[in-house]
């Protein structure tokens, strides 16, 4: 009997250790923690986009995970974790999207439902921006849904040590 490799991120494993993951310099409550949350997700995908953009070999599964776990310490933070949870038939959709024909385009969109989840509280805008998220590790960095589970849990294993 052949063991099916499964093909779907586990978003609530990877909410437990984000949510493990200490923050430290951080403030530990209200606004103050909402903005600094929200920050360090936009300086994040900055970095990965930027070095995306430079395209000079780089692997760029490290600044994706670092993505990742900054996109949900702020679902546990505003407890939008039922939000963020992607089916394999999401999943399935969002690797049939097509390719980004300019990904700068991409990253003022997300920009844009970011700034519209913080200043309005909106959830639907940030799932709609952890959607293009998800996608674009997907398809435009051709990243399965496998290694960026694995890559994620490691990368932030890594972090307790440190």
């Known amino acids: 009997m ?15 250790a984000a949510r493990l993951q200490r923050t430290t310099g951080q403030p530990s409550f209200g606004q103050q923690r909402d903005t600094a949350l929200f920050f360090e ?10 070095n995306f953009n430079r395209k000079k070999g780089i692997d760029f599964m490290d600044d994706f995970c670092l993505s990742a ?3 949900l310490k702020i679902a546990n933070e505003k407890k939008w974790t039922y939000l963020v949870l992607l ?12 390719k980004s024909k300019f990904i ?5 969109i997300l920009q844009k439902m970011l700034n519209k989840s913080y200043f309005e ?3 639907p805008a940030f799932v709609h921006a952890w959607h293009i998220f ?9 990243f399965s849904a496998t290694e ?15």
């Open 41 to 50: 997700l936009n300086v994040r995908l900055a970095e990965l986009l930027g």
């Open 121 to 123: 509280r909106n959830a």
């Open 134 to 142: 998800i996608k674009l590790g997907l398809v435009d960095f051709k």
């Open 2 to 16: 052949k063991v099916e490799e499964k093909n779907y991120l586990d978003v609530k494993k990877m909410l437990d």
């Open 87 to 98: 089916t394999d038939k999401k999943i399935s959709i969002l690797e049939q999207k097509d």
């Open 69 to 71: 776990a900054a996109f």
């Open 104 to 108: 700068a385009q991409d990253y003022l």
């Open 148 to 162: 960026i589970e694995n890559a994620f849990l490691k990368k932030l294993m890594e972090g307790k040590k440190n």
